[in-house]
């Protein structure tokens, strides 16, 4: 799963009034439009920001492709979903209904004016005028979020591989708040002073730092309401954050009493940076800079980065460090701990060099991943994620034997998979069936399908529950 | 356990676009936005395309532009603003950086309403063309009614082959030597190039014929590199640019009323390779593949063609006897004949005469006989 799918799934749940507050703000649609929208959906709203009238639905129609109906499906939900399109049926004097899409008229306006840089709405933040020695260096923003957010991976990596306390300088204390943000988003299990990562909690290690970083905001976002915040403020900031430049300060002047909140919290993820709690400013970091773009961000930071003199210890996760051979045998060109930790996890590691430490991936040390709840998928996305600038040459970036044998390991255990979902059935007619089996298809909800028992299985349902109830009229 | 296939390696690549670089030629001829200015003037056409930018910025978090003037005297980098105060010259393929981030960040003032990023590319573009308007001087405008793009078109395409290198992945060795990546970008990496780049020409000059060979050589360079070429075509009217779109798989439009071009520059040309895909894209429809002389940069159905370079010539009698384009000689005046829709007969004369050695002939053995003689 990718990081802004996981925003755009939380988004989605949101109603149309907290969608209509977000649209106020130029720097969150276009937030929201550079990432949550797939792709074909960001052309059709480009399209119809600047048309004078409604789209009539022919046009949209005759605009696709025939082998493109699919992704005009998706691309419609999603804009559906977010109440970013609304739909208009006219009736003619003939009887013919024709369907017109036009824009959220919240939206538009927001758009274009982020689009043209107009209004006053100074949502893209205020720059501070702070200079010359005050300055935080970019260099220095980078190791400080690369630390804070380390220390959070390490607390919750490090007992359970028993190498806490081990530190030179990784273990450092994680803030009371954060901890029970990561209790309560169920990352950890806290018995007493034992502290053991749960399933999510790997889940949550493994992915991209772009990933992660989102994954606990929601849980954060999840508990605002809780602790006195409004959600739509608390998004909002986080959109905003997206859209600043790394190396710059920001006044805090500007903001509200939630957001000013919400800054203490994030300074101890590492997402921004103060001077101290009474500063004036603020320092967004690569953590924050870089919300609002995709997890394909990981490679090009690494390019960005190679303008910093020196690289930092503890950068490694920034960049790739890890050969596999078809073997098995495994390279990691790292000497930070939380990197050798997660390895660890699934790996048999047999030898530690001062910059290397080399080990072999076993059917053991697999299966013992697999009970612990990580994922063959997710190893096989962390090795990809971490892999040797050498391995990335190569078309498949881990070698395809190594590929299957983690998987077929992973479905030693476990043969059956789930997804929850709806069975549609009891049809009354085979034409009915087949329509609404059609539909399904064709908005990618579908996931199996009996023709001979007539009855299909659904993932979403409410595009259909609309579908059926606009066919009854 | 049938999922077990690896035939999903790929998926994890393939769910996000890849990034695209979207490179404008935007033709500067101030002899045709005199002409224009009554419906849509220059700085119309520039803030529909500052936005229009800023839309394709906004589409794909990776997304770059390059915008290139191409002027009466020279073609210039609009954005990005080529490192260090050289004079920019279209023969200049040196060392352009790409990101402009440090040269643009002392100038530019901060604006809270916008985002970032756009504001460093419109500060550029508007400041390097208002460079470039000044500089014009009057001698530059009546020495030649028309426009370089050629070399506008030579500066985008070399530009892309350099971003493109620099957005494959790299290795430690490669980037010490930039040469060998060079050599197999060629062979080994195209396989997953992830930059994917298209260039658009904002046209409003008429007559092309004069550059119809670095033109055409830049045309040849993008069709092999899957470069599509869109052309919005404002004013004028030139085959040239038509058969540009065509070969490469182009977009090709000539609005009917350019006061509207921020729309069709949203509906026809924000799409970008990926989205292309699954829509259905205006092209130029009937194109005229017809060429233009090169004498008289005359249309012409049946011409001359120079042998060595293939230059076209509507009339057989060129001075000298030479090629007026590469100085190789040329006698056309031997190879008159009559009415091309003849050469079928004539063709069966010779063959009875010459006993069927032609050369071109399937049956015929290409050692035996004479090779036919000219005359």
């Not at chain 1, 023709?451 to 066919?471: E, N």
């Not at chain 2, 030649?144 to 971003?163: C, D, E, N, Q, R």
Request: proline fraction near 5%.
């Amino acid at each position: 799963m990718s990081s802004s799918s996981q925003a755009l799934e939380y988004l989605e749940q949101q109603p149309l009034k907290t969608h209509t507050k977000l649209y106020e703000q130029p720097s969150t649609v276009l937030a929201i439009f550079r990432c949550m929208l797939p792709h074909l959906a960001k052309t059709l709203v480009m399209a119809m920001l600047y048309m004078t009238g409604p789209f009539p639905a022919d046009d949209l129609d005759a605009w696709f492709r025939a082998d493109g109906k699919k992704d005009k499906g998706k691309a419609l939900t999603v804009l559906d979903r977010l109440h970013i399109m609304t739909t208009a049926v006219a009736v003619a004097v003939t009887g013919a209904r024709t369907t017109t899409y036009g824009l959220a008229p919240r939206f538009a306006t927001s758009l274009r004016e982020a689009l043209t840089g107009g209004g006053s709405h100074r949502s893209f933040g205020v720059p501070a005028s702070t200079t010359g020695a005050e300055r935080v260096t970019v260099h220095f923003l980078e190791q400080y979020a690369t630390k804070q957010w380390e220390n959070i991976l390490f607390y919750m990596v490090g007992s359970t591989v028993g190498l806490a306390g081990g530190g030179e300088g990784v273990g450092g204390e994680v803030g009371e708040g954060t901890k029970a943000l990561l209790k309560m988003g169920e990352f950890i299990h806290i018995a007493g002073r034992n502290v053991r990562i749960t399933k999510k909690g790997f889940e949550f290690v493994l992915r991209d730092t772009n990933a992660q970083v989102w994954s606990l905001l929601i849980v954060y976002l999840q508990n605002a309401p809780a602790l006195g915040m409004s959600e739509t403020d608390v998004l909002s900031f986080l959109f905003l954050l997206g859209s600043l430049s790394i190396g710059q300060d920001y006044t805090t002047s500007t903001l509200s009493p939630t957001q000013l909140q919400m800054l203490e919290d994030l300074s101890a993820f590492g997402i921004v940076y103060r001077p101290s709690s009474t500063s004036p400013s603020f320092y967004p970091t690569r953590l924050a800079v870089t919300l609002t773009s995709d997890s394909g961000s990981l490679q090009q930071r690494s390019t960005t980065t190679t303008t910093t003199p020196k690289e930092t210890r503890g950068s490694a996760t920034e960049k790739g460090f890890i050969i596999i051979e078809t073997n098995y045998r495994l390279y990691a060109y790292t000497n930070s701990l939380l990197s050798i930790a997660i390895l660890s996890l699934f790996t048999k590691l047999t030898t530690r060099f001062p910059n290397l430490v080399s080990g072999k991936l076993t059917r053991d040390s697999i299966s013992r991943a697999v009970k612990l709840g990580i994922s063959s998928a997710q190893i096989i996305s962390y090795l990809q994620a971490h892999a040797h600038p050498q391995m990335m040459r190569n078309t498949t970036i881990l070698p395809p034997t190594v590929m299957d044998q983690i998987r077929l390991w992973e479905y030693e255990g476990e043969r059956v998979e789930t997804t929850s979902g709806y069975v549609m059935k009891e049809f009354e007619s085979e034409k009915e069936y087949r329509d609404l089996v059609e539909y399904a298809e064709s908005l990618g909800v579908l996931v199996w399908r009996s023709d001979a028992r007539r009855c299909f299985f659904v993932d979403q349902i409410d595009q259909i529950g609309t579908y059926l109830q606009r066919k009854k009229k | 356990m049938n999922a077990i296939d690896g035939t999903d390696r790929h998926i994890k690549q393939e769910d996000a676009p890849p990034p695209s670089l979207l490179s404008i030629v935007l033709d500067t001829n101030p002899h045709a936005w005199a002409h224009l200015s009554s419906t849509l003037p220059l700085h119309a056409c520039i803030s529909a395309l500052l936005v229009f930018i800023n839309a394709h910025l906004a589409s794909g978090n990776a997304n770059e532009v390059a915008v290139i003037a191409s002027h009466t005297h020279k073609a210039a980098w609009l954005y990005p603003t080529p490192k260090g105060n050289r004079p920019t010259h279209s023969t200049s393929n040196g060392a352009i950086d790409i990101d402009g981030e440090e040269a643009g960040r002392s100038g530019i003032q901060d604006n809270p309403n916008k985002y970032r990023p756009f504001a460093m590319v419109e500060t550029d573009i508007l400041k390097n063309l208002e460079k470039l308007l000044a500089e014009t001087k009057e001698t530059h405008l009546s020495s030649t009614p028309t426009t370089l793009i050629g070399g506008a078109l030579s500066l985008a395409l070399s530009y892309i082959s350099k971003s493109t290198i620099l957005a494959s992945p790299l290795d430690l060795s490669t980037a010490e030597n930039p040469l060998s990546s060079l050599a197999d970008s060629e062979t080994s990496h195209t396989a997953r190039v992830p930059l994917t780049s298209r260039i658009l020409i904002v046209s409003v000059s008429g007559d092309l014929a004069n550059q119809y060979i670095p033109v055409m050589n830049s045309i040849f360079a993008a069709q092999r590199k899957r470069i599509p070429i869109d052309i919005l075509k404002l004013a004028g009217d030139t085959v040239l640019l038509q058969q540009a779109s065509d070969a490469t798989g182009g977009v090709y439009v000539k609005p009917e009323r350019p006061e509207g071009l921020l729309q069709y520059l949203m509906m026809a040309f924000l799409p970008d390779a990926t989205a292309r895909r699954s829509l259905v894209m205006p092209s130029a429809g009937g194109v005229d593949f017809r060429a233009a002389c090169f004498c008289h940069r005359k249309v012409v159905d049946v011409g001359y063609v120079c042998s060595i370079c293939l230059s076209i010539f509507c009339e057989p009698n060129l001075p000298d006897n030479l090629c007026l384009t590469c100085g190789s000689y040329l006698s056309l005046r031997n190879a008159i004949t009559p009415a091309p829709a003849l050469i079928a007969k004539k063709k069966k004369k010779k063959k009875k005469i010459g006993g069927g050695t032609d050369s071109a002939t399937p049956g015929g053995t290409p050692a035996g006989g004479g090779t036919p003689m000219h005359s």
